[in-house]
């Protein structure tokens, strides 16, 4: 037993001494980069010669339910990369973390990050994103999760993403002056994903001349947008709990996918009519698109 344990040790040093002899912008970029930034920190350990290689991986993951304030303020203070292409930030509980949110989305902006993500996992305190926050160049995909409680764009601020190119929204409280303000502010944007909203009753996409893809997730509790005004758009795809989304303008619409999200608490035989109609109003907004394609909830509710 102990000469095989010695066996299978031996192939681990000879594996990691393989590993080590790569070129670090191939450690960095190839591996270290695809896991978990407290994951990539603990290959430190593995001999003189990784104690530094994570500092230079150009994406940080960081999630404050396994991490301390500390400890993210420590990575960040040791990070030494003048450019940071990703950055995810998890931050649960929010209590103790909200002083340092601004801090942390400063740094990720002052490293002229490209993929930024937030996400906010608290619904009870409020946290209110700051004028300096809408203002970058450098991002180009931003995806935020933020469970409703939080104020996306104060009124006093104004928007400039320059660069942005695609945009997810999860949880969001926005009312139409707030979303009108974002886009605005993005000439570039390509790509832009809804996932349950509130307040939002129409979605005018009329001026984001580039937009090409709309993804829309709706459900009983969160019926936002009520309209969707997307005439530029060539991708849509809708989850709806209700069909109830009326698609005003999507006249350059070459595909779409449509499913029904949920299962509401109605009674069978109204959910039934209801989605029946709505569906075939739908339908009628789409008889022009190349490539229709149904989920399983759908055909069923149509058929």
């Known amino acids: 037993?102990?000469?095989?344990?010695?066996?299978?040790?031996?192939?681990?040093?000879?594996?990691v001494g393989s590993i080590s002899n790569l070129p670090d912008e191939i450690l960095q970029q190839h591996i270290l980069c695809f896991i978990p930034t407290k994951l990539a920190i603990s290959t430190s350990i593995l001999s003189r010669r990784w104690?530094?290689?994570?500092?230079e991986v150009p994406s940080l993951s960081l999630d404050l339910c396994k991490l301390t304030a500390a400890s993210?303020?420590?990575?960040?203070?040791?990070?030494?990369?003048?450019?940071?292409?990703s950055f995810h930030l998890r931050?649960?509980?929010?209590?103790?973390?909200?002083?340092?949110?601004?801090?942390?989305s400063k740094w990720a902006m002052s490293h002229n990050v490209e993929s930024l993500s937030?996400?906010?996992?608290?619904?009870?305190?409020?946290y209110v994103f700051h004028n300096f926050f809408w203002n970058s160049s450098s991002v180009k995909q931003l995806n935020l999760n933020l469970e409703f409680s939080h104020k996306i764009v104060p009124l006093e601020c104004t928007v400039s993403w320059t660069s942005l190119q695609k945009l997810s929204l999860n949880c969001c409280s926005l009312s139409n002056g707030s979303m009108a303000k974002i886009l605005s502010g993005c000439p570039v944007l390509e790509n832009l994903t809804f996932?349950?909203?509130?307040?939002?009753?129409?979605?005018?996409?009329?001026?984001?001349?580039?937009?090409?893809?709309?993804e829309v997730q709706r459900n009983e509790w969160s019926l936002a947008p009520k309209q969707?005004?997307?005439?530029?758009?060539?991708c849509l795809r809708l989850h709806d709990s209700e069909l109830s989304c009326t698609l005003v303008d999507v006249a350059s619409l070459a595909e779409a996918n449509l499913e029904i999200s949920c299962v509401s608490d109605?009674?069978?035989?109204?959910?039934?009519?209801?989605?029946?109609t709505m569906g075939v109003k739908m339908l009628e907004k789409l008889h022009n698109v190349e490539k229709l394609a149904f989920g399983g909830n759908f055909i069923q509710s149509v058929s």
């Open 195 to 214: 996932d349950y909203w509130d307040k939002l009753n129409v979605l005018d996409l009329r001026k984001s001349l580039r937009l090409r893809t709309l």
């Open 51 to 55: 104690r530094h290689v994570w500092c």
């Open 228 to 234: 969707i005004v997307a005439p530029h758009i060539h």
């Open 266 to 276: 109605w009674s069978y035989t109204e959910y039934t009519y209801v989605l029946q």
């Open 72 to 85: 993210v303020n420590k990575t960040l203070t040791r990070y030494t990369a003048s450019k940071t292409k």
């Open 1 to 15: 037993m102990s000469h095989m344990k010695m066996g299978d040790n031996r192939k681990i040093e000879g594996a």
């Open 118 to 126: 937030l996400d906010i996992c608290n619904s009870h305190i409020t």
């Open 91 to 104: 931050i649960k509980p929010i209590t103790e973390n909200k002083p340092y949110i601004d801090r942390w």
